[in-house]
């Protein structure tokens, strides 16, 4: 063995000419050792100046870099991803040049169109985005047809595409446009109609994803509600169809309009029994249901509301077809076939106990199943039994018995039964006396006991007047029902009150209310008991105006409504047969508010005067509103600022000036002047005795004037009076300072005293004694009375004003001893006190009695010798 080892030694030292080297299987061979390196390294030099962005300089592009032009290019690429981040380029450059939208909006929809048959999901939802949030808006223009139906051609194709997805997209990219271009319906309503009859019979998808038929449903209630239908019912469902507000497309106003019409009514006969399967295709999954979901609810939400909708469409078309006397395009064994299928299963029960959301869905299902009966109830008889069951689900809906007492169910039912009582008026008129009581008594308990200001009030309020009155005036039942009678007083007793809770806080409930008592005003026959009723709620109504408690006035609700209520409740007093001097003080009270506008309180006198001369007011307490007017109304001469309480709004001078001149002139308009100046005369003569201001006193005396006449009217008792009144009153007003034209505002309110002189010389001798005694009185008579020298000034000044008037001055004539008497009364004054008196005083003293002397020495010549 140590040789063998020895001798492979010796071996592997011997030069070897050859080595073999043994390769792998599936290895590359290395290039040879003397290969030569062709490969060749470089870096991209990049020069601004040749970039591709230099070409789109001032080119509006997107936040890619990409131009109008090529996004649209792309919209058509293959891979469906460039396709929807085109669509996305588009929405930006829009948002962001929208001048490019407007001035290439032909070719932009050319091109999108094509994407809405997109075998791609998620392309056919963003161009439905961009359509709805960037095209679509920005696309309003006066001509539409264009425009619109560069879009139908290919939602058409859509909507006959052998993939569901796209069929359902198709119909939610055509009530796409029907929310921005409405009037695209009455162009294509045939075919729209027949192609979602042709969906919902062909395709039970609705089975498997529900929520797909909730968005077909949503586009065809649109379609629907586009059509012509009668007022009644499109009010009754204002909260549930979709699109309300939009225009009416199709009333037959020419014979082509009408001929189209009818092949639409044609196609709508054929899609009611399609939607009435729908509706029973969905029963059996209710029963077999153990929670009723969110989407099975809403489907048979959508059935109904457009099953509803075709029906309310039936009655309009019975109604008008009878009007052109022609024969309905309606096959009434549709209807009745309707008719039977839907009101088979009424009303819809779990078939076990559920929650309570589940309970409030089957109320509201059950609601709208009894409104689509109550619609076609309008045009054919339904069978005594059927009817009966239904009106047994209104009254306990009405009373609640239905639908949980919780929170949220009060909300669930008040929601629902909204659109069963306008149905009421039409209900109560041909059942049984029985069926009549019973919806009654359910009708009046919802009315007193909803929200004052809840949408079922409302439409209480609504059905009510309905049932109180025809075209011609108020419904009088039959006295015997008494029954009847007591729910009509109940509602009308309600009122007031109702007015009052409401406030100023819902403003336009307010005016339904209003509005619903001036027409019971208006329309109810003298005697009858509504009348009475009527009057009787005057005496709720005075806490409306205003309210007196321990002194303490407390405005309504009338001051802070708006002026269009303010007028209504102003109207509504003029149809009480007899007006209570309790809610014409509450009247009075708010005329002296001053956030009460000029216009209302004018109106307010013209209606009760109004009411007046109709023979509502007595006569005393007519004149008691206009001496309380005139007796209280915070009002000042300009520029006088009187010490008055704190926080006290007057009103303007002139303001008040025409308030005297409009109750003067009512005054003169209201009978016999001997006899209201009777009444007239003992009640200013009370309120003048309790010495009112300057200009509350000149408005008493100008209304005493006005029913006066030569020789005077007044009373030994009213003489003697005013004697002791108007001295004081006559210092007053040349004592205040009135600012500029002091004479010309001054003789405003001495005119009333001439007028009263001229009439009475008694009344002037009386009133000039007064004056000079009132000199050599010390007693301060007002703030504006400083002493002797004050007092002194102030009674020349007023006999200076009674100098200017021809008339009077005449009288001063006649009256020599009185004024002299007052000028010995100055002088003694000017001598007993003159060693107190400054020297000022002294000067004022003389001054006056200067005037004096001239006033008694240009007196008429005859005047003296007689």
């Given at each position: 063995m140590a040789k063998t080892k020895a001798s492979s030694k010796k071996q592997q030292k011997r030069g070897v000419d050859f080595k073999k080297i043994k390769r792998k299987l599936g290895r590359k061979l290395p290039p040879p050792k003397n290969a030569t390196n062709t490969e060749i390294k470089s870096k991209a030099i990049v020069l601004p100046e040749q970039s591709v962005a230099s070409?789109?300089?001032?080119?509006?592009?997107?936040?890619?870099?990409?131009?109008?032009?090529?996004?649209?290019?792309?919209?058509?690429?293959?891979?469906?991803?460039?396709?929807?981040d085109a669509l996305n380029g588009m929405r930006d450059l829009f948002l962001k040049y929208p001048e490019e939208l407007?001035?290439?909006?032909?070719?932009?929809?050319?091109?999108?169109?094509?994407?809405?048959?997109?075998?791609d999901k998620m392309v056919r939802e963003t161009l439905?985005?961009?359509?709805?949030?960037?095209?679509?808006?920005?696309?309003?223009?006066?001509?539409?047809?264009?425009?619109?139906?560069?879009?139908m051609a290919y939602i058409f194709n859509a909507m006959t595409h052998l993939a569901v997805e796209v069929r359902l997209a198709a119909f939610k990219f055509f009530d796409l446009v029907l929310q921005h271009h409405p009037l695209a319906f009455s162009l294509y309503a045939e075919k729209v109609l027949q192609n979602y009859g042709d969906i919902l019979r062909k395709n039970p998808f609705y089975l498997e994803d529900k929520?797909?038929?909730?968005?077909?449903?949503?586009?065809?209630?649109?379609?629907?509600?586009?059509?012509?239908?009668?007022?009644?019912?499109?009010?009754?469902?204002?909260?549930?169809?979709?699109?309300?507000?939009l225009l009416y497309a199709f009333e037959p106003d020419t014979p082509t309009e009408s001929a189209e019409l009818s092949v639409i009514f044609n196609k709508l006969k054929d899609l009611l029994p399609i939607l009435v399967n729908c509706f029973q295709d969905f029963i059996p999954l209710f029963h077999s249901m153990p929670v009723l979901d969110a989407q099975s609810f809403d489907c048979m939400r959508s059935i109904l509301q457009s099953i509803d909708l075709v029906i309310r469409l039936f009655v309009y078309e019975t109604v008008r077809s009878n009007t052109e006397s022609h024969a309905s395009l309606w096959d009434e064994n549709i209807l009745f076939l309707t008719l039977k299928k839907i009101l088979a299963v009424f009303p819809l029960y779990p078939m076990h106990h559920l929650s309570e959301k589940d309970d409030e869905r089957y109320f509201t299902l059950n609601i709208m199943i009894t409104e689509t009966f109550l619609h076609l109830s309008e045009c054919i008889c339904p069978p005594a039994d059927l009817l009966e069951k239904?009106?047994?689900?209104?009254?306990?809906?009405?009373?609640?018995?239905?639908c949980s007492d919780t929170r949220s169910g009060r909300i669930v039912r008040e929601k629902q039964i909204l659109t069963l009582i306008p149905f009421i008026p039409k209900l109560v008129a041909p059942v049984t006396r029985n069926w009549k009581s019973h919806l009654l008594q359910a009708f009046t308990k919802t009315f007193l006991e909803c929200n004052p200001e809840s949408p079922v009030k409302m439409a209480c309020l609504t059905a009510i007047e309905e049932m109180l009155f025809s075209g011609e005036g108020v419904l009088y039942p039959d006295v015997s029902d008494s029954e009847?009678?007591?729910?009509?007083?109940?509602?009308?007793?309600?009122?007031?009150?109702?007015?009052?809770?409401?406030?100023?806080?819902?403003?336009?409930?307010?005016?339904?209310?209003?509005?619903?008592?001036?027409?019971?005003?208006?329309?109810s026959i003298l005697n009858s008991f509504l009348a009475l009723e009527y009057d009787n709620i005057q005496y709720s109504l005075q806490e409306f105006y205003s309210t007196c408690a321990e002194g303490d006035l407390c405005y309504g609700p009338f001051i802070k409504l708006p002026r269009e209520s303010q007028e209504l409740s102003i109207c509504c007093l003029y149809y009480f047969s007899h007006l209570d001097s309790f809610l014409l003080k509450a009247i009075a009270s708010c005329c002296f508010c001053p956030e009460l506008d000029t216009s209302v309180l004018f109106q307010m006198i013209e209606v009760l005067h109004s009411a007046y001369k109709a023979g509502h007011i007595q006569i005393t307490d007519h004149i008691s509103?206009?001496?309380?007017?005139?007796?209280?109304?915070?009002?000042?001469?300009?520029?006088?600022?009187?010490?008055?309480?704190?926080?006290?709004?007057?009103?303007?001078?002139?303001?008040?000036?025409?308030?005297?001149?409009?109750?003067?002139?009512?005054?003169?308009?209201?009978?016999?002047?001997?006899?209201?100046?009777?009444?007239?005369?003992?009640?200013?003569?009370?309120?003048?005795?309790?010495?009112?201001?300057?200009?509350?006193?000149?408005?008493?005396?100008?209304?005493?004037?006005?029913?006066?006449?030569?020789?005077?009217?007044?009373?030994?008792?009213?003489?003697?009076?005013?004697?002791?009144?108007?001295?004081?009153?006559?210092?007053?007003?040349?004592?205040?300072?009135?600012g500029e034209a002091d004479e010309s505002r001054q003789r405003y309110y001495i005119l009333p005293c001439f007028f009263l002189f001229d009439r009475s010389h008694k009344l002037l001798r009386l009133v000039l004694n007064a004056m000079s005694s009132l000199i050599t009185d010390s007693t301060p008579l007002s703030s504006g009375d400083h002493g002797h020298s004050s007092r002194i000034t102030a009674v020349v000044s007023v006999l200076l004003l009674m100098h200017k008037d021809s008339k009077i001055e005449q009288l001063l004539s006649l009256l020599r001893a009185e004024v002299d008497l007052i000028s010995q009364n100055i002088c003694s004054v000017q001598s007993s006190a003159g060693s107190s008196l400054s020297v000022g005083e002294r000067h004022k003293i003389q001054c006056a009695l200067d005037q004096l002397k001239t006033i008694t020495s240009s007196l008429p010549q005859e005047m003296k010798n007689a």
């Open positions: 070409d789109k300089a001032g080119l509006a592009v997107s936040k890619k870099g990409l131009t109008l032009k090529e996004l649209l290019q792309q919209t058509s690429h293959h891979n469906a991803k460039v396709r929807k407007t001035m290439h909006r032909y070719a932009v929809m050319e091109k999108l169109r094509e994407r809405i048959s997109d075998d439905y985005q961009l359509l709805k949030s960037v095209v679509l808006p920005g696309c309003k223009e006066d001509n539409q047809v264009p425009f619109i139906s560069l879009m929520g797909k038929l909730k968005n077909v449903l949503a586009g065809l209630q649109r379609c629907l509600s586009l059509l012509p239908s009668n007022k009644t019912g499109s009010d009754s469902s204002e909260k549930k169809v979709i699109g309300q507000d239904f009106l047994a689900f209104i009254e306990c809906a009405l009373l609640g018995k239905i009847i009678l007591d729910h009509q007083v109940t509602w009308i007793r309600e009122l007031p009150l109702l007015l009052i809770l409401l406030g100023n806080k819902h403003a336009s409930s307010s005016q339904i209310v209003l509005h619903l008592l001036l027409r019971l005003g208006q329309c509103f206009f001496i309380t007017l005139v007796s209280c109304f915070k009002a000042m001469p300009e520029n006088l600022s009187p010490s008055v309480e704190e926080g006290v709004k007057t009103s303007s001078c002139r303001t008040f000036k025409t308030l005297g001149r409009v109750l003067c002139s009512c005054l003169s308009e209201m009978g016999d002047n001997s006899l209201v100046f009777l009444i007239l005369e003992r009640i200013i003569i009370e309120q003048i005795l309790l010495t009112p201001p300057v200009v509350n006193a000149c408005a008493m005396l100008r209304m005493l004037v006005v029913l006066d006449s030569k020789p005077t009217r007044l009373s030994e008792e009213s003489i003697t009076a005013l004697s002791n009144f108007l001295p004081k009153y006559l210092i007053d007003v040349v004592h205040y300072p009135l």
